[in-house]
């Protein structure tokens, strides 16, 4: 049976023109059929955001930036996939909030709710 799990990742706010604060850019979500629980892929998400720090990345990229993640979760072989965010009968939600350098899994209880309203699991 699969564990299917969805990842919501929160993208850092852009800073307009005088320091003026833009509208933050859309979530980026990826979703992910198999082994979706915190012992599956919220183990290996944490590993792979573990090494990130604020400083430059091999393209001069800061390594906690939204597009830069997802687009590094997408190329590896770990089966992720782009997504609206919507799917059914998910049983975990995972948020990478790029600003707080954080990862916090939920309990989506099979789709009955959405990561906006679900229950924080310790990982």
Not at 15 to 20: A, F, L, T, V, Y
Request: glycine share 12%.
């Amino acid at each position: 049976m699969a564990t299917r799990s969805v990842i919501r990742i929160v993208p850092k706010e852009l800073k307009g023109q005088d320091s003026n604060t833009e509208p933050a850019p859309k979530y980026i979500y990826l979703y992910h059929h198999w082994d979706g629980s915190p012992s599956g892929v919220g183990r290996e998400m944490e590993r792979f955001l573990r090494g990130r720090d604020d400083g430059d990345g091999t393209h001069g990229e800061p390594t906690w930036d939204g597009a830069r993640i997802a687009e590094e979760l997408l190329s590896s072989a770990s089966g992720y996939q782009k997504s609206d965010g919507l799917h059914g009968d998910v049983e975990y939600g995972y948020v990478i909030d790029c600003n707080r350098r954080t990862l916090t899994c939920y309990d989506l209880d099979y789709g009955r709710r959405s990561i906006d309203n679900a229950n924080v699991i310790k990982m």
